[in-house]
């Protein structure tokens, strides 16, 4: 498959997928922060700061190729996907609390995203760094591919509720759909080094998945908060959206190889996580057992 096509391909795919999420998405989403403060403050502090440290320390540790690295950082800098709510509905989660983590991940991470990268590319990548930073240009590339659809969803939600209730399950299966097609095409765009970069990085994003699974459930149960929503983080957390990941490295960063961990990482995250959210759903149940 041409990665040019590829790269034309992606950002309206990518658009489909932010477009369904605004489409499940009200402004009462947004405003339940105020009534779950101190779930919604410890999540958010876990995907933004820790998750980055975690991928830091990781990428360090496996002593990864500099573009793998940044491709790394960005996935760690990835808002939560939409699957997440379905792994927290299947658990036991608080979803309503993961649809609020959703709503709020996807304004934070137009700023949170550039800013992890660039990081990333000047830390590891420093030598390409004038070709692969997020500046301002590419920077308002990311929140037109991001935040743009997810805005026209909830107006579209919000003028046609009837609507938007219909084309919720077509959407989140066209959505399942286009991720899946994605993570093929990223992996066929660079078949030649495929082999290679698995054994690159697939035992990174499978820790990498796990500690992001654990850190959301772990820390917030450490806070006093509520089991249904300690699991409803950890989905959040370890379920991250790969395809924003795949397409800004690919059709705004303009390389296959940065996109490398994000692919691999939608790959493994979804065993991981229903295996994750099995053992801590039986934990829970278990300790409800008088």
Known sequence: MNSSLVSTALPPALAVIMFGLGLSLTAADFTRVLRAP????VALTCQVILLPVVAFGLVKLFDLQPL?????MLLAASPG?????????????DVALNVTLTAVNSVLCVVTVPLVTNFAIHQFARDEAATLGLQFGKTVQVIAIVLIPVLI???VRRRAPDFAAKMDLPVRIASIAILATIVIATMIADRAALSGYLFDVGAITALFCLISLTTGYLVPRAFGIATPQAIASSMEIGVHNSAIAITLAISVLDS???AVPAAVYAVLMTPLAALFGTLISRQARALAVP
């Open 38 to 41: 101190k779930a919604v403050a």
């Open 68 to 72: 793998l690295a940044v491709g790394m």
């Open 81 to 93: 996907g939409a699957t997440a709510n379905l792994f927290s509905h299947l658990f036991r989660g």
């Open 153 to 155: 969803g909830m107006q």
């Open 256 to 258: 296959s190889r940065i």
